[in-house]
């Protein structure tokens, strides 16, 4: 893998270079291939004045182990410490860099996982999933707010999947999720005003 820098502790997350080594070159992916149809979802669910909750899965692709036959692919150099030495490590699960992880990680959650939920009842809403995010859709934003909870609960004792409580944000009509703020009531999508000031920064600098 590639080497990485020390970073923040609030910023560590260690990411294989998995093209370097030629392991994503290797990896098939043809039953793994999956579109990515969350915009065009939510724009389709989010009907007038309704409600969108939003979560986020805490740490998703570690949550995927990988069999010890793949563990010597997955070996990497990192800082264990805030010194200038490097140390070898592996990856026992999923990582951010490999390949296949996306579409490993949605056959297991919004495949499996999700499709369980929806099997026992405890998702009946529309739920638009973006790899790790999800946002629940509804008329009602008590029983929006109500489901996605119940659904936590499920998730973590069932499943062994906790979702980032410091992340979720409550159901509103006015809602941000994959970068925009999303109005059922006048059904416009905005973008954040952090990331256009970031898009006109660097248009600027382009220019």
């Known amino acids: 893998g590639a080497v990485a820098k ?8 260690p990411t294989d ?21 969350a915009y065009e979802d939510i724009a389709w669910f989010l009907a007038q004045d309704y409600f969108m909750r939003v979560s986020d899965v805490e740490a998703a692709f570690p949550l995927l182990p990988l069999h010890p036959d793949v563990w010597p692919f997955f070996l990497f150099r990192f800082f264990a410490d805030a010194s200038n030495n490097m140390h070898l490590f592996v990856h026992v699960t999923g990582d ?7 579409g490993v990680f949605k056959k297991f959650f919004s495949d ?12 009946t809403l529309p739920m638009v999933i973006y790899v790790d995010d ?25 499943c062994g999947i906790v979702f980032k409580a410091i992340k979720d944000r409550v159901a509103a009509q006015n809602q941000l999720m994959l970068g925009f703020w999303w109005d059922s009531r006048t059904f416009t999508r905005t973008l954040e005003e952090r990331k256009l000031l970031q898009y006109v920064d660097l248009l600027a600098n382009f220019a």
């Open 112 to 123: 499996v996982v999700v499709g369980m939920a929806r099997s026992v009842q405890v998702l």
């Open 17 to 37: 270079d998995h093209s370097r080594t030629g392991l994503n070159a290797a990896t098939s992916l043809d039953f793994l291939r999956h579109s990515l149809t």
């Open 96 to 102: 951010f860099g490999a390949a296949g992880m996306p």
């Open 134 to 158: 999800c946002g629940l859709i509804g008329g009602c934003r008590d029983a929006v707010d109500a489901e996605m909870v119940r659904f936590h609960t499920w998730a973590w004792v069932v």
């Open 6 to 13: 020390p970073l923040e502790p609030t910023e560590l997350r």
